[in-house]
C-alpha cells in the first residue's frame, strides 16, 4: 500500500521568510496530492492540491510542485505570517477505486514575529 | 449550517466502557470517513462508506464498528474501551473520486 513520508517534523522560521515542506510518496499510481493545514485545536483543512497531470500550482503565497518521476511533491509558503503557524500534512490518493487518501505524519510550522 | 458535525467533542469515560460517536454531513458527498488522531498528531484512516456501503476497512481491532445508516451519517461505536483508544477521532466526508476531504471538529476521546 502507499506510504508518505514527510519532512521536516518540526520548521521554525522568522516572519517574512519561506517555507518548505517535503513529502516523498511509494506507489506510483497515486495521482492527486493535497495539503492539509491544521491550527492548534482545530480540524484539517484542505489548503492547496495538486493532481498527477500537473507539475505545479500556485495559490496566493502557497505553491506545490510535483516530481512524478521522484515520486515527491512540495509545499512551499512564502512571506510567513504568524496566522501560517500550524501543523501541515501532506497526502496522497493510492490511486484505487477507493481513492483512500494517505497521510504523512506532519510538520509544525512555527513563524516567529 | 455545519458542513460536518460530530458529537459529542469530549468523551471522558473508564477503561471497559462501551461509547459511540456521531457524525453527519449536510454536503450531499457520497463517502463518509473516520481518522484516527494518536498524540504524536498521526492522521490513520480507519473507516470510509460510499453511499452506505464500506469501501475502506484497515487494521482496526474488531471492537470498532461503523455505521452508515444513509449517505449522510456515519457512527463510529467502540467496545471494551483501552487505554490505547485515547485520540481524537475526526469524522470527514467527501465526493468520491474528486478528492478533497472536510473534515469534522473532531472527538477528543480520554479513556482512564
Known amino acids: 500500500g502507499e506510504n508518505v513520508e514527510q519532512h521536516p517534523s518540526t520548521l521554525s522560521v522568522q516572519e517574512g521568510d519561506s517555507a518548505v515542506i517535503k513529502c516523498t510518496y511509494s506507489d506510483s499510481a497515486s495521482n492527486y496530492f493535497p495539503w492539509y493545514k491544521q491550527e492548534l485545536g482545530k480540524r484539517p483543512q484542505l489548503i492547496i492540491d495538486?493532481?498527477?497531470?500537473?507539475g505545479e500550482k500556485k495559490d496566493q503565497r502557497i505553491a506545490v510542485t510535483l516530481n512524478k518521476t521522484a515520486k515527491h511533491f512540495s509545499l512551499h509558503i512564502t512571506e510567513t505570517q504568524p496566522e501560517d503557524s500550524a501543523v501541515y500534512f501532506c497526502a496522497a490518493s493510492d490511486g484505487g477505486a477507493t481513492n483512500k487518501l494517505i497521510f504523512g505524519t506532519g510538520t509544525l510550522l512555527a513563524v516567529q514575529p | 449550517d455545519t458542513a460536518v458535525s460530530q458529537t459529542p467533542k469530549y468523551l471522558v469515560t473508564q477503561m471497559g466502557n462501551d461509547k459511540s460517536i456521531k457524525c453527519e454531513q449536510n454536503l450531499g458527498h457520497d463517502t463518509m470517513y473516520w481518522y484516527k488522531q494518536d498524540s504524536k498528531k498521526f492522521l490513520k484512516i480507519m473507516f470510509s462508506?460510499?453511499?452506505?456501503?464500506?469501501?475502506i476497512n484497515e487494521t482496526v481491532p474488531n471492537r470498532f464498528s461503523p455505521k452508515s445508516p444513509d449517505k449522510a451519517h456515519l457512527n463510529l461505536h467502540i467496545n471494551s474501551l483501552e487505554l490505547g483508544d485515547s485520540a481524537v477521532y475526526f469524522c470527514?466526508?467527501?465526493?468520491?473520486?474528486?478528492?478533497?476531504?472536510?473534515f469534522g471538529e473532531g472527538s477528543r476521546l480520554t479513556v482512564l
Open positions: 495538486i493532481r498527477s497531470n500537473v
Open positions: 462508506y460510499n453511499n452506505k456501503e464500506l469501501i
Open positions: 470527514a466526508s467527501s465526493q468520491l473520486h474528486t478528492g478533497e476531504l472536510f
